[in-house]
């Protein structure tokens, strides 16, 4: 049987925007258990927080990584549950549906651009926005096209981060500091977004 016959069309291999920009390629390991990715059926998230220059066309990263879904499964679980209610109401009373639903209904799937252009929460554009972060679900190779991809401006972002509790906005710090550690995106993380969805 042909696999590449059978494969959903929802997947389509991983554009290079959801690449590692610190190698050029494809990220292959889980930031938290380090597990292999990109052979595996093993299902996982990449989060990446860019500066826009031109839109997504040109931007640089302040963070990046991947993590494998029974990690983020992990770590979701020791976000309180007042944080995690919060967080999931302000998205279903935000989150533009219907936009996200033509999307899947007309099968947008091999231009990344609508799905990844307009803050999903605020509508505003990637060329008028000083920061974002984008968040992809990958199987193996692929992107799996959705819930994600999806873009979230800064603005939402500060939003997100009021809803949080004292103690998981210090279990983000903690987790901050377990998984990125000493890097070269350390210092611009400090002034940066804090939030892992
Ligand atoms: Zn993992």
């Known amino acids: 049987m042909n696999q590449e016959?059978?494969?959903?069309?929802?997947?389509?291999?991983?554009?290079?925007?959801?690449?590692?920009?610190?190698?050029?390629?494809?990220?292959?390991?889980?930031?938290?258990?380090?597990?292999?990715?990109?052979?595996?059926?093993?299902?996982?998230?990449?989060?990446?927080?860019?500066?826009?220059?031109?839109g997504l066309r040109s931007y640089s990263t302040i963070f990046e990584y991947a993590m494998c879904m029974d990690c983020m499964t992990g770590y979701q679980s020791k976000i309180s549950s007042q944080s995690m209610q919060s967080i999931n109401e302000y998205f279903a009373s935000h989150i533009d549906i219907e936009g996200r639903k033509k999307l899947i209904t007309n099968?947008?799937?091999?231009?990344?651009?609508?799905?990844?252009?307009?803050?999903?929460?605020?509508?505003?554009?990637?060329?008028?926005?000083?920061?974002?972060?984008?968040?992809?679900?990958?199987?193996?190779?692929?992107?799996v096209m959705g819930d994600y991809p999806y873009m979230l401006s800064g603005v939402a972002m500060d939003e997100v981060v009021e809803l949080l509790s004292p103690e998981t906005l210090d279990e983000f710090g903690r987790l901050q500091e377990e998984l990125i550690g000493p890097s070269e995106f350390q210092d611009l993380l400090k002034g940066g977004p804090k939030v892992f969805i």
């Not at 990344?112 to 974002?132: F, M, T, Y």
């Open 107 to 143: 099968e947008s799937y091999t231009d990344l651009a609508p799905w990844v252009n307009r803050c999903v929460v605020k509508n505003l554009e990637a060329e008028d926005l000083a920061e974002c972060q984008i968040y992809g679900q990958c199987v193996g190779d692929q992107l």
């Open 5 to 54: 016959k059978n494969k959903p069309g929802n997947l389509v291999q991983i554009p290079k925007l959801f690449y590692a920009d610190i190698t050029g390629a494809p990220m292959d390991k889980c930031i938290s258990c380090e597990c292999n990715l990109l052979d595996g059926n093993v299902p996982y998230m990449i989060e990446k927080a860019l500066k826009p220059y031109d």
